[in-house]
C-alpha cells in the first residue's frame, strides 16, 4: 500500500492505560494492511534514553529538574533526526510511543509551562497528524501497573501522576483525539483503528 505522504501518529497517555498494548496491536493492524510502518518508543535506547531510564529505575536522585527535562529534549532530538524524519521523508507511518506531549504534561507537572514545551518541541519535533490520547481512571490505571510488573518506576506516583493526568486534558487541537480505554481492549482498538483510517483514507481523497 503506498501512501502520499509520511504520516506521524503518536500515542500519550498517563502510565498504566494500555497505552503500549495499543500501540502494538495498531502496528500489527497497519502492517497487515500492507502499510510501512515504524514502530518507534520514547525514551529510545540512546544514550540520553539510558540516562532517562536510570531516572525511572533509581528515582531522581541527584538530577535536577532542568536537567530532566533537558535530558528527554536531547533524547527526541535525536530520535527525530535518525528515525522520525528520515521515516517520514520515505513515505512511511511512523507509530511512536510517547512524544513531546509527554514531556509538557510530566516535567509540566514539576512545574514548567507545559505550553512553553511543547513551542520548544515544535521548533525540531514534526507535529503529530494525529495525537491519540488514551485515557482512562487512575484507579484503574494503578491497578495496571501493579498487575503488569513488581516495580513501579519513581514516575508512577499518585499525586505526580493526578497533575500530569490533568495537564494532558488540556490539549487542544484538530489532530487531538480522546480515546477512553475503560472497555476491553479489543474494542478500545477498534476506536484506534477507526481513527488511524480516517486519516489516511481522508487525506487519500484530497490527494
Ligand atoms: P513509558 O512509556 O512508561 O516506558 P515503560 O513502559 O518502559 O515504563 O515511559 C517511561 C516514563 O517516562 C513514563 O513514566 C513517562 C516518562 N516520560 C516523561 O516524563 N517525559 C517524556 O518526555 C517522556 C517521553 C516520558
Not at 500492507?34 to 533509581?58: A, C, F, M, N, S
Request: charged share 30%; net charge negative; proline share 4%.
Amino acid at each position: 500500500m503506498k501512501l502520499d505522504r509520511g504520516y506521524l501518529i503518536a500515542l500519550e497517555g498517563v502510565d498504566g492505560t494500555g497505552k503500549s498494548t495499543q500501540c502494538a496491536l495498531l502496528a500489527d493492524y497497519l502492517e497487515s494492511a500492507g502499510y510501512p510502518v515504524v514502530r518507534l518508543r520514547e525514551p529510545t535506547q540512546g544514550v540520553w534514553g539510558q540516562k532517562i531510564r536510570k531516572i525511572l529505575t533509581d528515582g531522581r536522585g541527584g538530577v535536577t529538574p532542568e536537567e530532566e527535562l533537558q535530558y528527554f529534549i536531547n533524547d527526541r532530538k535525536e530520535d527525530v533526526k535518525q528515525n522520525i524524519a528520515p521515516a517520514l521523508e520515505q513515505g512511511k507511518i511512523v507509530l511512536i510511543d510517547r512524544y513531546y506531549y509527554s514531556t509538557a504534561a510530566y516535567q509540566g507537572a514539576l512545574g514548567f509551562d507545559p505550553e512553553q514545551i511543547i513551542n520548544d518541541n515544535e521548533v525540531f519535533a514534526p507535529r503529530p497528524d494525529l495525537l491519540l490520547i488514551i485515557e482512562v481512571s487512575l484507579d484503574e490505571s494503578f491497578r495496571r501497573i501493579e498487575e503488569g510488573r513488581d516495580e513501579i518506576s519513581s514516575f508512577e506516583k499518585r499525586d505526580y501522576l493526578e497533575k500530569v493526568r490533568a495537564i494532558f486534558d488540556t490539549f487542544t487541537g484538530k489532530h487531538i483525539r480522546r480515546i477512553d480505554s475503560t472497555p476491553p481492549k479489543d474494542e478500545v482498538q477498534a476506536l484506534l483503528q477507526q481513527e488511524v483510517n480516517a486519516l489516511l483514507g481522508l487525506k487519500e481523497e484530497s490527494s
